[in-house]
C-alpha cells in the first residue's frame, strides 16, 4: 500500500539509510514520483539504484555489435562491428552523423583520446587505425602483429597506445611516430582485452589462457598474474581509483580483484551465461556487466546484484556509460544498439 504524507515520506527516506539494498531499492521505487521537493534531494546519491529505461534502439546495423564509445561529452556515440565500419551517431536524436571506412575486417574495439580528439580502432585485419574525431578522417595505420588485434587503449596524455593480439603478445606504441617501442609476452593464448589504470601506468590484459597480467608500462616488467577463472576470459575492466579489476569470463562468473595485493577480493555470481562486457560507473559505485540477453548491475560497496536490464534478444557484447553515468548504450549480436536512461 502507498505511504501517504509527511509521516510516510519520512519512513520513505529513512529506509534509504537501511544497510539492506533490497530495502533501499524498494524504498526509492516509491519514492521516485513523489512531488514533494525533498525527494530529489533525498535520493541524489542513489542515482544507482536509479531506475533505467531502454529510450531508444538504434537498428541501422546489419551485422552484430563488436564495440561502443561515448564521447566525454555524452553527445556522440561511437558504434562498429563485425561488417568493418565504424559509426558516429548523435546520441540525442539518433541521428546518424558519419560512416568511417578503412578496415578489411571486423572491428574489435574502440578507443579515444580526449584531450587531441583522436580515436583508435583496432580489426581483425592485423592493424590499428587512427581517425580524427572532429572531421572524421583516417590519419595513420598502423601494423605489426601477426595476428588479428582484439583490443587497444591509449594512456590518458595520448602519447602511447597499447594494443593486444591473437598472436598472444601486447604492444605499446609511440604514438608521435606510429612505431612499437615494446612488445610484451606472457599469456599463452590470444589476448582478448585490454585495460589502462587511471594514471596510464599499469597495463591489464585478460586472455583466452584463462589469466588476467598487469604490467609497468615504462618497464613492461609484469607485475601480477590473476588465476581463478575456468574458462577465457572475455571481458574486464579498472575501477576509477584503480584499486580493483573486475574480469568477465566464459565461465559466467566476474571475479573482483585488489590491484595492490593481487589477491580476489569475491566472486560474483548471477549470469547464466558469457559475461561479455564489463564496465564501472565513473563514481566507482556500480559495476556493469553484460551477458546474453541481459545486463546486470552490481552494488560495489555490498557487493550485491542491485537489478538486471533485459530488452536483447541474444549476447551482448559492448556496454559504453556516459561520464554523468545517466546513459547507458548497449549492443551485440542482435545488432541493435538500445540507449537506456534513467527515467
Not at 526509492?28 to 536509479?50: K, N, S, T
Not at 588485434?149 to 606510429?178: C, E, F, H, M, Y
Not at 607485475?223 to 579489476?245: C, Q
Request: hydrophobic share 40%; net charge negative; glycine share 8%.
Amino acid at each position: 500500500m502507498p505511504l501517504y504524507g509527511y509521516a510516510g515520506l519520512e519512513l520513505l527516506i529513512s529506509a534509504l539509510r537501511d544497510p539492506h539494498p533490497k530495502v533501499q531499492l524498494h524504498a526509492l521505487r516509491l519514492l521516485w514520483h513523489r512531488p514533494e521537493p525533498e525527494v530529489r534531494q533525498a535520493i541524489a546519491g542513489f542515482w544507482h539504484y536509479q531506475l533505467w529505461d531502454c529510450q531508444q534502439t538504434l537498428a541501422q546495423h546489419t551485422d552484430p555489435i563488436t564495440a561502443l564509445l561515448l564521447t566525454p561529452d555524452g553527445s556522440t556515440l561511437l558504434s562498429t562491428g563485425v561488417d568493418g565500419k565504424i559509426y558516429a551517431w548523435q546520441i540525442a536524436t539518433g541521428e546518424a552523423l558519419a560512416t568511417l571506412t578503412g578496415h578489411s575486417q571486423m572491428v574489435t574495439a574502440l578507443a579515444l583520446c580526449s584531450h587531441t580528439g583522436t580515436l583508435y580502432s583496432s580489426s581483425r585485419d592485423r592493424s590499428i587505425l587512427v581517425w580524427d574525431l572532429a572531421s572524421y578522417t583516417l590519419r595513420q595505420r598502423l601494423t605489426g602483429h601477426v595476428g588479428y588485434v582484439n583490443s587497444v587503449a591509449v594512456t590518458p596524455d595520448g602519447r602511447q597506445l597499447v594494443s593486444g593480439s591473437q598472436d598472444t603478445t601486447i604492444k605499446i606504441w609511440d604514438v608521435s611516430t606510429g612505431q612499437a617501442i615494446r612488445t610484451l609476452r606472457g599469456h599463452t593464448n590470444l589476448v582478448a582485452g585490454i585495460a589502462l589504470s587511471p594514471d596510464g601506468q599499469m597495463i591489464a590484459s585478460c586472455s583466452y589462457d584463462t589469466t588476467i597480467r598487469t604490467w609497468d608500462i615504462t618497464s613492461g616488467t609484469p607485475i601480477w598474474e590473476f588465476i581463478g577463472h575456468s574458462a577465457r576470459v572475455l571481458a574486464f575492466a579498472i575501477s576509477p581509483d584503480g584499486k580493483i579489476l573486475a574480469s568477465g569470463s566464459l565461465d559466467t562468473r566476474i571475479m573482483i580483484w585488489d590491484l595492490h595485493t593481487g589477491q580476489e577480493v569475491i566472486t560474483l555470481e548471477g549470469h547464466w551465461g558469457w559475461v561479455k562486457a564489463l564496465a564501472f560507473s565513473h563514481d566507482g559505485k556500480v559495476l556493469i556487466s553484460a551477458s546474453y540477453k541481459t545486463i546486470k548491475c552490481w552494488d560495489m560497496t555490498t557487493y550485491t546484484e542491485i537489478t538486471t536490464l533485459s530488452g536483447h534478444k541474444d549476447l551482448i557484447n559492448a556496454i559504453a556509460l556516459s561520464a554523468d553515468n545517466q546513459i547507458l548504450v548497449t549492443g551485440g549480436e542482435d545488432k541493435l544498439i538500445q540507449v537506456w536512461r534513467i527515467t
